[in-house]
């Protein structure tokens, strides 16, 4: 399996990127697949997924509203779309995926240690 996120890069305050993950060795079908984001001294944390036989999409509170994860199945790849981006959005984004993986729903998208595969990382810059 391997991931390969790409799409980051600069833009100013309420600006919109859209950030992808093409995915190989694998079914998004099959596998739960989420995007984290890491902040300069901050904790890895999840924003938003797919869970595995559960159709709805999940988010993290700081982005509900505003980003949006959808999926390709034909080009297997994912997407997340960033809208009305905030300078503390700004955070190195990952792709992951796993095939056993399902956290609960309170659990939202669950843990980084849950996730085996990950995508190299794209780079998300928020400033004026």
């Known amino acids: 399996v391997q991931l390969q996120a790409s799409g980051g890069g600069f833009v100013q305050p309420g600006g919109s990127l859209r950030l992808s993950c093409l995915a190989s060795g694998m079914s998004l079908n099959h596998y739960t697949i989420a995007w984290f984001r890491q902040a300069p001294g901050k904790k890895r944390e999840a924003i938003s997924c797919?869970?595995?036989?559960?159709?709805?999409?999940r988010y993290a509170d700081s982005v509900k509203g505003r980003f949006t994860i959808s999926t390709d199945n034909a080009q297997n790849t994912v997407y997340l779309q960033m809208n009305s981006l905030k300078p503390e959005d700004t955070a190195v984004y990952y792709c992951?995926?796993?095939?056993?993986?399902?956290?609960?729903?309170?659990?939202?998208?669950?843990?980084?240690?849950?996730?085996?595969?990950w995508g190299q990382g794209t780079l998300v810059t928020v400033s004026s």
């Open positions: 797919i869970i595995k036989d559960d159709p709805v999409p």
């Open positions: 992951a995926t796993d095939p056993l993986y399902q956290p609960f729903q309170h659990k939202a998208c669950g843990v980084a240690d849950g996730y085996d595969y």
